[in-house]
Nanobody, 124 residues
C-alpha cells in the first residue's frame, strides 16, 4: 500500500524558511516521480516542484524558482522541499504526491497517490 507522509509545515514570518519532508513507502521509490503541490483556500491545487527519483532531474514552478529546492534521500525514501525567502502568497496546504509521470511533472492529474498535507502559513 502506497503511503506518503508529510511533515515540517508551520508558521513563519515573511523572509523565513521551512523544510518539508515526505516519507514514501509501499512501492518502488525510484520508479516514480515525486512532486510537491500546494493549495490555498479558494484556489486550485498547483504544482510547486518535482523530482524524477531515478535520475534526480528537478522541475520548479516559476513562482518558486530560486527560493525553493527539492531534494531526496534514497536511503530514507524521502523527498524534501527546502523553502527559503517565504512570502505570504506561499501560504497554503502543501501536499506531496507520486506517480509514473512521463512529461513535465507539475500537473496534478499525472499523480496517483497523495499525502495528507501539511500547512504552511507565512505572515507579513
Amino acid at each position: 500500500q502506497v503511503q506518503l507522509v508529510e511533515s515540517g509545515g508551520g508558521s513563519v514570518q515573511a523572509g523565513g524558511s521551512l523544510r518539508l519532508s515526505c516519507a514514501a513507502s509501499g512501492y518502488s521509490y525510484r520508479s516514480n516521480c515525486m512532486g510537491w503541490f500546494r493549495q490555498a483556500p479558494g484556489k486550485e491545487r498547483e504544482g510547486v516542484a518535482a523530482i524524477y527519483t531515478g535520475d534526480g532531474s528537478t522541475y520548479y514552478a516559476d513562482s518558486v524558482k530560486g527560493r525553493f529546492t527539492i531534494s531526496q534521500d534514497y536511503a530514507k525514501n524521502t523527498v524534501y522541499l527546502q523553502m527559503n525567502s517565504l512570502k505570504p502568497e506561499d501560504t497554503a496546504m502543501y501536499y506531496c504526491a507520486t506517480g509514473a509521470v512521463a512529461g513535465t511533472p507539475l500537473e496534478v492529474y499525472d499523480y496517483n497517490y497523495w499525502g495528507q498535507g501539511t500547512q504552511v502559513t507565512v505572515s507579513s
